[in-house]
């Protein structure tokens, strides 16, 4: 199975610059697609970023311009880097697969 580990993120200041990796286990990363969603208590976790095999790239309206999300097949890793972050984006970030895996999420805090 799966398993997906992400790193990268804390505390960063309106205007500041974080980015996240989401590590993947086994042989096929390189055939999903990849994501990373967010969720805020009491929301729905929604979508940011996904990026497919051919490295094709859908974002959020809200975070359209500011972050970019990328992907390293030889290190089976996919990256989310955010730029401009504001106070909006604190949240719990979950790393996706289409092999129907999830990390356990990892928590940015955009403050002040």
């Known amino acids: 199975q799966v398993q997906l580990v992400e790193s990268g993120g804390g505390l960063v200041q309106p205007g500041g610059s974080l980015r996240l990796s989401c590590a993947a286990s086994?042989?096929?990363?390189?055939?999903?697609?990849m994501g990373w969603y967010r969720q805020t208590p009491g929301k729905q976790r929604e979508l940011v970023a996904t990026?497919?095999?051919?490295?094709?790239?859908n974002y959020a309206d809200s975070v359209k311009g500011r972050f970019t999300i990328s992907r390293d097949n030889a290190k089976n890793t996919v990256y989310l880097q955010m730029n401009s972050l504001k106070l909006e984006d604190t949240a719990v970030y979950y790393c996706?697969?289409?092999?129907?895996?999830w990390g356990k999420g990892i928590r940015v805090t955009v403050s002040s």
């Open positions: 086994g042989s096929m990363f390189s055939t999903y697609t």
């Open positions: 996706w697969s289409s092999a129907n895996r």
């Open positions: 990026i497919t095999s051919s490295e094709s790239t």
